[in-house]
């Protein structure tokens, strides 16, 4: 017997809602949270102790980097450690980060983007060898209409330093996704060679292996932003196709064999596995991924449909599961 439809993925978004959830970029980063906690209160000893603690994991430093970034007065208490320490690569690449991030939100002035851009270039200076203030001008460039080469040449700083780093291929991901919205499923679209390249050259064990994953999301987001799929995954032949069950049954068994649950974004990961085995229909699949997800999810892919985030996450869960 066939296995039950994939659910609505969630209530429709109404143009400028927004998800009475809070997705914590975070994610299971206990010793994260702790830090983050104390930074808000404009005490960043701990932050710099956890940044010192991190070491050469550049993954793992992005990610830290990334969610103190995002709390409120980040600039001025990065600004502060700076101050007092005007050497730290650790302190400047903070600073970094959270000009970017209060660069990105919505009501951001005209001049934060350039404020941002130099501190990066700054960060970079002092550190070389890092990746992250080179991440940071990607996620800063990323929205550029006319940015594409340099977008290009931005990945490739990242990936001169670190050529698996995870961030910055889900990055270009979504940027190749974007691409030829017009040719709709086209088996050749370059953002599946992108995706299938990263993979074939990461590691065995990397989770680079679930990228292709991450670029038929990609596109699906892209094609119903466009009109040319449905929002409803049991309409769409998006996840029914030969290459989709096949990139999809490829990175399900890699992460039955390799689970990084030592990498700090594998939750990430496994929305995309898990929003991928429920629009393909497969809830039993699905079900030992959202068990392994627990209470981390994650706006991305769960928003792709258009639709509200934690509603469409919480669908398929129940969907998977057969319980709220």
């Given amino acids: 017997m066939p296995p039950p439809p994939p659910p609505p993925l969630g209530r429709s978004r109404r143009r400028g809602s927004r998800s009475d959830h809070v997705f914590d970029p975070a994610l299971d980063d206990d010793e994260l949270v702790a830090a983050r906690s104390r930074f808000t209160q404009g005490r960043w000893s701990q932050a710099r102790t956890l940044l010192v603690d991190t070491g050469r994991d550049w993954d793992r430093r992005a990610h830290r980097l ?3 970034a995002e709390t409120s007065s980040a600039v001025d208490w990065a600004g502060d450690w700076l101050l007092v320490e005007p050497e730290s690569a650790d302190a400047a690449t903070l600073l970094a980060c959270a000009r970017v991030a209060r660069a990105l939100r919505p009501k951001a002035k005209p001049n934060d983007a350039a404020g941002a851009r ?3 270039l700054a960060a970079a200076r002092l550190t070389p060898d890092d990746p992250t203030p080179w991440l940071a001008l990607l996620l800063l460039d990323r929205g550029r209409d006319d940015g594409a080469d340099e977008t290009g040449r931005l990945f490739e700083e990242v ?14 991901t979504a940027l190749l996704a974007e ?8 088996p050749l679209h ?6 299938a390249w990263a993979a074939e050259l990461a590691p065995a064990d990397s989770p680079l292996a679930v990228l292709p994953v991450v670029a038929h999301a990609e596109r699906y987001r ?24 096949q990139v999809m049954k490829a ?13 700090p974004r594998h939750r990430l990961d496994l929305n995309f596995l898990a929003h991928a085995k429920v629009c393909e229909g497969r809830p039993a699949e699905a079900a030992a991924l959202f068990h392994r997800i627990g209470a981390y999810a994650t706006a991305a892919p769960w928003s792709y449909s258009g639709r509200e985030p934690h509603a469409a ?5 129940t969907y998977a599961l057969g319980t709220p």
């Fill in 118 to 120: 130099e501190a990066c």
């Fill in 251 to 263: 990175a399900f068994d890699w992460w039955l064999e390799w689970e990084r649950d030592d990498h």
């Fill in 179 to 186: 691409s030829n919205p017009e040719s709709g499923h086209d």
């Fill in 313 to 317: 996450f919480t669908a398929a869960r």
């Fill in 222 to 245: 892209v094609l119903v932003a466009a009109g040319i799929e449905p929002d409803d995954p049991a309409l769409s032949e998006h996840w029914s196709g030969r290459r989709a069950r």
């Fill in 190 to 195: 370059e953002v599946y060679d992108f995706a």
């Fill in 66 to 68: 990334l969610a103190l």
């Fill in 159 to 172: 990936r001169s330093r670190h050529p698996d780093h995870h961030h910055a291929h889900h990055v270009m």
